[in-house]
């Protein structure tokens, strides 16, 4: 609620007060905070002296670093040229600096992996080798910026849509895949590569990233938690629970939108009349920008600094990636029941891939040989894939009375032994008929 | 080990500011030793104070639970003694208390969370489902997620709707979480301890209007049972609650099968039937999941008769549970067709009219009379 007697410029500096006492960050604090602004003297020079603060930072008034670009920020364009710094939709003296020549090489490799995982694992879904699959093919870019912009020990939230990401954070192609080929548990283990399980019901996920963020926190680490969810889930209740949630404890998590216009059918005219999805953010009282999501120097370049910024205490911080889902929800779905041809041809041409391919040939970073180094490297992927997914993994069906609980109970070793019983019954039928 | 049930005046009657002035009071008084009057509040609000007091990473969080202590004085204290980073109020938010909660013991604590009232945990709901419920099935058991819900529920307080549901058999058909609900001011105490010494989600269900019973408990002695209990539990196993129901009675004639806001009704029946005569034992559940089918079952094959009692509507919940697990286990035993005494299945009616709805020990003693007493 915006005081009566406070105009906009007021309210932002009042939401920008330091907290006493709960928070031990430094003095960089953009977001909301739970205790209530008082309109003291005292707090009107810390809110000036916060102001100055954002000033020295970025360059550019609290207001201005708290909304999103007027469009969006793209520092490569579609055919692959970089783009002049007044021209890539940041505010004057909020420029983004360019992400590291090897940052984007190797930023690439992942990319065109990602593709080659996409389009490997759609084929192995035709093949009935794969119960379903949710392509990100086209938001391989996004994909790819969410788990690089990562430290080791920070932590990555993913829906189902994003495997080339989980897989990007160093977990085994194939157990990444386990749900989709019908399998009843995650696959990988969250612990060992700080990646939550993908996650179906839309972002509930979100309040897990805010709580592991807020544990890492009270144990006075600077974990940053990555948060990933597309258009459609911004209408899911917990969306605003979590954002809400991460602006009023002032966590470190960055909520990574990856706006494809679709939920299955459903456009975002549909979801939404907000101005974006990043202008949400002002709401919780964070700082939302918004990033063409098919270009993956803007995404690193923004992604970056939002870990960085939240390592040294921001607040939480909301991005929105403006980018397209190529190929139907999954294989389940036919997306030409609900849009155009023409649609998806203006979005081809905007394409991840060929647009940092050009980018670099015309930096000299990537030759043929890097090239077809990189071409095989997706390759073997790829094998591994079809040949992982291809086994039959053998199944125990006592398996599923194992860990519903840490101890199975009385009544769930009843049903087991019940189950044990008719498999023994049914082998010994087998070998008798057999006989 | 079989309790007293002791209510008090107020546990029928609305909670008032009052008395609520009055427990706080009374919870202010330092404990002195040997069994002191304990109201159950009194005895929740020590466990969880023991519990933080015992492991740093047993944080209290939830609506109205830090400053004031919650709104009905559970978490009185806690935040003055252990500070605002181990009990907090958090936005007004369930689905986001318990999502944070799933967030923070996947990452090393153990959430002690608020409910406030049990129709107010609905919009948790897709959490508790799952994610609380399913994580530790879906990580094959590498992510742990010990963390307790705390749902103050059921009715007879003249609460006005919503503030009065018993929501526990939503909780209880979903296979990974543990239900348990204390009938005893003792049972609270070792309840919630248990429940958070747990590496599986707990939903721990307390009878709003037992919070304000008194019992004679002797605190330190519980704490010094549940030290016994978690060093190894050596010698104490037998007063381990999870999974164990208690006979509150002990009977011949018939038995009374209940759990949380009806046992004290169920206790007033029996001890009314003994002076018709008539012998009926009283087992409490207290952990509804997982369920002590040995207790239930030993009981009912003795007495050859039974009555299951419970405030929630009857139609799909515990109570139709138990029948089916007593039908299942006891027929050859049985004398008499399994009768219950539970709600209407209706939503749970005005302050004016709940005493209608709630059972009540002539209700109970009529089902009992219906038992097939002539041969």
């Known amino acids: 609620m915006i005081p009566a007697n406070c105009g906009y410029e007021t309210w932002f500096r009042t939401i920008l007060k330091a907290n006493s006492g709960y928070r031990r960050d430094g003095p960089m604090t953009i977001s909301a905070d739970h205790t209530a602004a008082e309109n003291t003297d005292l707090n009107a020079v810390q809110a000036d002296a916060q102001e100055a603060e954002v000033r020295r930072k970025f360059g550019i008034s609290l207001e201005a670093y708290m909304l999103p670009a007027h469009r969006q920020i793209q520092m490569v364009d579609p055919e692959g040229q970089l783009k002049a710094r007044e021209e890539q939709g940041t505010e004057a003296g909020h420029e983004y600096p360019l992400p590291g020549d090897a ?28 119960a379903v699959y949710p392509s990100s093919h086209g938001q391989e870019a996004c994909q790819v910026a969410a788990a690089l912009c990562l430290s080791e020990g920070d932590w990555l939230f993913p829906t189902y849509r994003d495997a080339v990401a989980v897989m990007a954070r160093g977990v085994d192609p194939v157990e990444a895949m386990t749900i989709f080929r019908g399998d009843w548990h995650g696959g990988y283990d969250p612990l060992e590569h700080n990646v939550g399980i993908q996650c179906t019901p839309l972002t509930t996920q979100l309040l897990h990233a805010v709580g592991v963020a807020h544990a890492a926190k009270l144990r006075g680490e600077k974990t940053v938690v990555l948060a990933m969810c597309g258009d459609g889930a911004t209408s899911e209740g917990d969306f605003h629970e979590a954002l809400n949630f991460a602006a009023v404890f002032h966590l470190p998590v960055i909520f990574f939108i990856q706006n494809n216009k679709y939920a299955i059918s459903v456009p975002l005219s549909h979801q939404t009349v907000a101005p974006s999805l990043a202008h949400k953010a002002v709401g919780y009282g964070m700082a939302g920008e918004r990033v063409d999501g098919n270009d993956l120097v803007a995404l690193l370049a923004v992604l970056d600094r939002a870990v960085k910024l939240a390592r040294e205490g921001s607040g939480p911080l909301l991005v929105e990636a ?8 999954t294989n389940a779905d036919d997306a030409t029941r609900y849009r155009a041809e023409s649609e998806v041809a203006e979005w081809m041409a905007k394409d991840p891939i060929s647009r940092l391919k050009t980018y670099l040939q015309g930096r000299g970073l990537l030759d043929a040989e890097a090239e077809a180094r990189i071409a095989e490297h997706a390759e073997a992927v790829a094998k591994q894939l079809r040949e992982g997914l291809g086994e039959d993994v053998p199944v125990d069906p006592q398996e599923l009375f194992r860990n519903v609980f840490s101890e199975p109970t009385p009544q769930l070793r009843e049903q087991s032994a019940l189950l044990a019983d008719e498999l023994s019954r049914e082998a010994t039928t087998r070998e008798e008929t057999a006989r | ?35 002191q009057p304990v109201t159950m509040a009194k005895a929740l609000n020590t466990a969880l104070a023991d519990a933080m007091q015992a492991d740093s990473t047993v944080l209290v969080f939830g609506e109205d639970v830090g400053q004031l202590g919650g709104v009905f004085r559970i978490t009185d204290g806690l935040m003055a003694t252990f500070g605002e980073q181990r009990c907090f109020d958090t936005p007004l938010a369930e689905s986001g208390i318990v999502g944070m909660a799933v967030g923070m013991a996947m990452n090393g604590m153990r959430p002690v969370i608020e409910m406030q009232f049990d129709a107010f945990a609905y919009p948790a709901f897709q959490q508790i489902i799952s994610h609380v419920a399913k994580m530790h099935n ?4 590498r992510l742990k997620l010990p963390l307790v819900i705390r749902v ?29 609900t204390p009938a005893t001011v003792s049972d609270a105490y070792r309840m919630l301890r248990e429940a958070i010494d747990s590496d599986d989600p707990v939903v721990f269900m307390e009878a709003k209007k037992l919070y304000w019973s008194k019992d004679q408990v002797d605190l330190e002695a519980l704490r010094r049972e549940h030290d016994g209990l978690s060093d190894g539990g050596s010698g104490t196993h037998a007063q381990r609650t999870e999974g164990r129901a208690v006979v509150a009675r002990t009977g011949t004639d018939a038995t009374l099968i209940t759990y949380g806001p009806s046992v004290p009704t169920a206790m007033a029946a029996a001890a009314a039937a003994a002076e018709e005569g008539r012998s009926l034992e009283v087992v409490d559940v207290r952990s509804i999941v997982p369920l002590d089918d040995e207790t239930i079952t030993a009981s009912v094959r003795k007495t050859g008769r039974a009555v299951v009692i419970a405030e929630a509507p009857g139609f799909a919940s515990i109570s139709s549970e138990i029948v089916a697990r007593i039908q299942e286990r ?31 020990v002539d209700r109970i003693l009529d089902a009992v009379d219906d038992l097939q007493w002539e041969d």
Do not use: W
């Open chain 1, 103 to 130: 940052e984007l090489v190797a930023a690439f490799e992942q990319l065109v992996v990602g593709r080659r995982v996409n389009d490997q694992n759609s084929a192995l879904v035709r093949q009935g080798r794969m």
């Open chain 1, 322 to 329: 403006n980018t397209y889902r190529m190929q139907a929800h």
């Open chain 2, 1 to 35: 080990m079989s309790p007293t049930v002791t209510t008090s005046s107020e546990a029928n009657g609305n909670v008032s500011a009052a008395t609520a002035r009055a427990a706080a009071k009374a919870a202010a008084v330092a404990e002195a030793t040997g069994p």
């Open chain 2, 138 to 141: 879906r990580t094959r058991g």
């Open chain 2, 152 to 180: 103050p529920y059921a009715g007879g307080i003249g609460g006005v709707e919503h503030h009065c549901d018993s929501s526990e058999s939503y909780y209880a058909h979903t296979p990974g979480l543990k239900v348990f």
């Open chain 2, 330 to 360: 006891c027929f050859h035993y049985l004398a008499a067709p399994v009768r219950r005494v539970t709600g209407f299945d209706i939503p749970y009616p005005a302050p004016k009219l709940e005493h209608y709805y709630l059972p009540s």
